[in-house]
């Protein structure tokens, strides 16, 4: 559901909690958050622009080169990762930095990619109807970005307003995507590939996974004590979260913070748990033999054992009738299962029920100024326990009673609830699989271009399809 807007999504950060700390606090006091990143990644987040005047400014734009020189030292050091070359630098007002961000985003990312995202969210409930999304994400682009590594020229681009603290935690965490890019061809493995939402989010988390753990490496120090590293640090995943949710980014619809978080704090928790194995020589080996689905990302045996995505095909749409066409086409993943469901669930049985992925396929369909989407995801088989699909099926349906009101149509193995501003929402469960269906709906202006009847139909066509 935000794989594809990427590109864009990762531009906007996280804030460093104890970026400018002198002195160091308690063990339990608050570490910094990661700066954000993942093709052209954004880090650390400066602060308001009314407070943002007071502050020490990083050295000017000639002082860049030998600064960016000294921290890659640093980073090399601590990434245990030789550099094969410099890293020049570039310093911009927060004006030409978005400006650069933008015409990034438009050379890598098609429009309709950002679109259909937000439609899809909107579709699921997830996001008010009429919401620009895409205005959105640049929103909060523009509070946050303190500055991003670009695979594309191999630069550092950094924003000229940042305290010192902060360009330094925006340096270590970029200069990881810089190294990795040197080694492992970042370009080329962040290229945006239609349809190959779940592939993408996995080259992002191990991204930033890495320079995650590697940034928290140089910063910890300070907060916890000189011996200090990533792995000292309590609750990565519940400060991450913490720090999207200060700030500009808390304004942001929890969907969106919680897909901006979701490869940061699961791939920093794959990542330090390699390193205990294995120090950064581990890492180092799951770059050479790369994760390649998320459910690997959030289970490090699935990667172990090389476990692939069980293939699903496209759902069906035939039963909406005629004039329908697909708009998108793609895999969720484990992870975006995972981030959809905790929107309806508490984080811990959203895990639950996106736990058992074994693969997934979503269609994003329209006629006209009609959409509706289609997900079919697939649970391994031999689970320990009652059949997998039908259990997150009785959640989920508790759930959209709870949230939604109580179902207007309920069978065995299908629910749907009328929404008269977005259309229906239909889940049903057939031997491994979980079918949700959205829609139809108008969308200029929202309503319902459907009923229960139909989507239960749907839903019957995408479950009973090979």
Not at 9 to 25: D, I, R, T, Y
Not at 33 to 44: L, N
Not at 234 to 240: K, L
Not at 277 to 288: H, I, T
Request: net charge negative; aromatic share 6%.
């Amino acid at each position: 559901m935000t794989r594809s807007a990427r590109a864009l999504a990762a531009l906007v950060v996280l804030p460093c909690w104890a970026c400018g700390s002198s002195a160091a606090p308690a063990r339990n006091a608050s570490t910094p958050a990661p700066a954000a990143s993942a093709v052209a990644t954004g880090a650390t987040a400066p602060p308001s622009t009314s407070t943002r005047e007071a502050k020490a400014l990083v050295p000017p734009v000639a002082d860049q080169t030998a600064r960016i020189a000294a921290m890659l030292a640093q980073v090399k050091r601590v990434r245990q990762l030789d550099a094969t070359k410099s890293v020049p630098g570039v310093e911009l007002d927060r004006a030409a930095l978005i400006a650069r961000v933008k015409a990034h985003v438009a050379r890598e990312l098609p429009p309709q990619a950002i679109r259909n995202e937000g439609l899809e969210l909107q579709l699921f409930g997830f996001l008010p109807t009429g919401f620009d999304y895409e205005g959105a994400e640049y929103d909060l682009l523009e509070e946050q970005l303190a500055g991003y590594y670009e695979p594309a020229d191999g630069t550092m681009y950094l924003a000229s307003d940042l305290r010192e603290d902060e360009a330094d935690a925006t340096l270590a965490h970029e200069l990881v995507h810089a190294l990795q890019d040197q080694h492992w061809d970042l370009e080329r493995r962040s290229r945006y590939q239609p349809g190959a939402g779940d592939e993408a989010e996995t080259v992002s988390a191990l991204a930033e996974g890495d320079a995650t753990s590697a940034m928290y490496d140089m910063i910890v120090p300070r907060v916890l004590g000189s011996n200090a590293t990533a792995l000292d640090v309590p609750d990565i995943s519940g400060q991450i979260r913490e720090g999207i949710s200060q700030g500009p980014g808390a304004k942001a619809p929890s969907v969106m913070r919680s897909s901006l978080a979701a490869p940061y704090i699961y791939g920093t928790l794959f990542v330090n748990t390699l390193r205990r194995q294995g120090g950064w020589a581990a890492v180092d080996r799951a770059w050479e033999d790369p994760p390649t689905t998320t459910e690997q990302i959030l289970h490090l045996e699935k990667w172990l054992a090389h476990e692939p995505a069980k293939p699903v095909s496209a759902p069906p749409f035939a039963s909406l009738g005629s004039g329908w066409t697909a708009s998108d086409e793609d895999s969720e993943g484990e992870l975006g299962a995972r981030t959809a469901f905790e929107e309806w669930l508490p984080l811990s049985d959203a895990a639950q029920v996106a736990g058992g992925w074994g693969g997934d396929r979503a269609v994003l369909v329209a006629s006209g100024d009609r959409a509706a989407f289609g997900w079919r995801m697939r649970y391994d088989d031999g689970l320990a326990g009652p059949p997998h699909a039908a259990q997150a099926f009785m959640v989920i349906a508790r759930a959209l009673d709870r949230l939604i009101g109580p179902a207007s149509s309920k069978a065995r193995d299908t629910v749907c609830h009328e929404r008269k501003d977005r259309g229906p929402i239909a889940i049903g469960h057939k031997g491994l699989d979980l079918v949700v269906t959205l829609g139809p709906a108008h969308v200029a202006p929202w309503s319902s271009a459907g009923n229960c009847a139909l989507a239960v139909k749907w839903l019957q066509e995408i479950a009973a399809a090979p």
